[in-house]
């Protein structure tokens, strides 16, 4: 049950953060947005024609669920690297974008490919967003949140070594995109609450590539060796893909079939 001091239901869009704050902000559509990298590579994968399974971090029935939807369990980037071999499919965005032969994939990662595995049951629609497809995202919701629907964002965020949320600047300039172009649909800036008002802001206030190239996130993939992924995921705008949890897989809107009438759920 949302507590009282994080109600955000006046607004039709909110906005907060990691997994705690996807559970206590409820609302019909809740965007996931994991730009370094969840993501981001599920825009890629979605793009290449690839069925995406979010799954939970390092949980070790990882693999029995590849095995049972007959799909490719991808490993984390820094695993990869240190395999030396790459024929092992990983959470890189940049190395995703030349596989081959795969159809479907199981792709964990700590952040935001878990908070939309959990969100999976939790009666909102689950739909992922970076700054590739910030637009396509706003444009696909527009029409729903016209029609009456409420949206949270969900900036994943990153964790502490103790495991608690580090929010990433990098996951609020995503969530800033998505609804900088979701209130210019709709041209009702009055429909986000304040905190949503704020990512727009932080968005506004960006100059990409250059600011995710030198923000700490961007700084450790490009020491690290990943800076292709860092500049994949500053793209803004240049992905059409919509990706909706349908199920346990994402898949693009755009192949899916048209709703039904919708019944309204009433939510706090």
Same mark, same amino acid.
């Given at each position: 049950?949302?507590?009282?001091?994080h109600?955000?239901?006046t607004?039709?869009?909110?906005?907060?953060?990691?997994p705690t704050?996807?559970?206590?902000?409820?609302?019909?559509?809740?965007?996931?947005?994991?730009v370094l990298s969840?993501?981001?590579?599920?825009?890629v994968?979605?793009e290449?024609?690839i069925e995406?399974f979010?799954?939970?971090w390092?949980d070790s029935?990882?693999?029995?669920?590849?095995l049972?939807?007959g799909?490719?369990?991808?490993?984390?980037?820094?695993?990869?690297?240190?395999?030396?071999?790459?024929?092992?499919v990983?959470?890189?965005p940049?190395?995703?974008?030349?596989?081959?032969?795969?159809?479907?994939?199981?792709?964990p990662?700590?952040?935001?490919?878990?908070?939309?595995?959990?969100?999976?049951?939790?009666?909102?629609?689950?739909v992922?967003a970076c700054l590739r497809n910030?637009?396509?995202?706003?444009?696909w919701?527009?029409?729903?949140v016209? #029609?009456?629907?409420?949206v &949270?964002v %969900?900036?994943? !965020? @990153?964790?502490?070594y =103790?495991?608690t949320?580090r +929010?990433?600047?990098?996951?609020?300039w995503?969530?800033?995109?998505?609804?900088?172009?979701?209130?210019?649909?709709?041209?009702s800036?009055?429909?986000a609450?304040?905190?949503?008002?704020?990512?727009?802001?932080?968005?506004?206030?960006?100059?990409?590539?250059a600011?995710?190239?030198n923000?700490?996130s961007?700084?450790?993939?490009?020491?690290a060796?990943?800076?292709a992924?860092v500049?994949?995921?500053a793209?803004? #705008?240049?992905?059409?893909? &919509?990706? %909706?949890?349908? !199920? @346990?897989?994402?898949? =693009?809107?755009a192949?899916? +079939?048209?709703?039904?009438?919708?019944?309204?759920?009433?939510?706090?």
């Amino acid at each position: 049950m949302t507590l009282p001091g994080h109600d955000q239901s006046t607004h039709r869009l909110r906005m907060e953060w990691g997994p705690t704050g996807a559970a206590e902000v409820p609302a019909d559509y809740a965007v996931v947005v994991d730009v370094l990298s969840f993501t981001t590579t599920l825009s890629v994968a979605l793009e290449r024609g690839i069925e995406v399974f979010p799954f939970r971090w390092k949980d070790s029935r990882a693999a029995e669920h590849a095995l049972r939807h007959g799909a490719t369990l991808a490993i984390g980037r820094f695993e990869a690297l240190s395999r030396g071999d790459a024929r092992h499919v990983s959470l890189s965005p940049a190395s995703l974008s030349e596989v081959e032969g795969i159809e479907r994939l199981v792709l964990p990662s700590p952040n935001g490919s878990t908070i939309a595995f959990a969100l999976a049951d939790s009666g909102a629609e689950v739909v992922g967003a970076c700054l590739r497809n910030a637009g396509a995202v706003a444009r696909w919701l527009a029409p729903r949140v016209a #029609d009456g629907a409420s949206v &949270v964002v %969900v900036p994943a !965020g @990153e964790r502490w070594y =103790d495991d608690t949320l580090r +929010p990433a600047v990098e996951d609020l300039w995503g969530a800033g995109a998505v609804l900088a172009a979701l209130v210019g649909e709709l041209e009702s800036p009055a429909a986000a609450s304040p905190e949503a008002r704020m990512a727009v802001a932080a968005w506004r206030a960006t100059a990409m590539p250059a600011d995710l190239l030198n923000a700490a996130s961007g700084i450790e993939l490009a020491e690290a060796g990943f800076i292709a992924d860092v500049e994949i995921a500053a793209q803004h #705008d240049v992905s059409e893909v &919509v990706p %909706v949890l349908v !199920g @346990e897989s994402f898949r =693009d809107a755009a192949a899916l +079939p048209p709703p039904g009438p919708r019944l309204r759920r009433v939510r706090s």
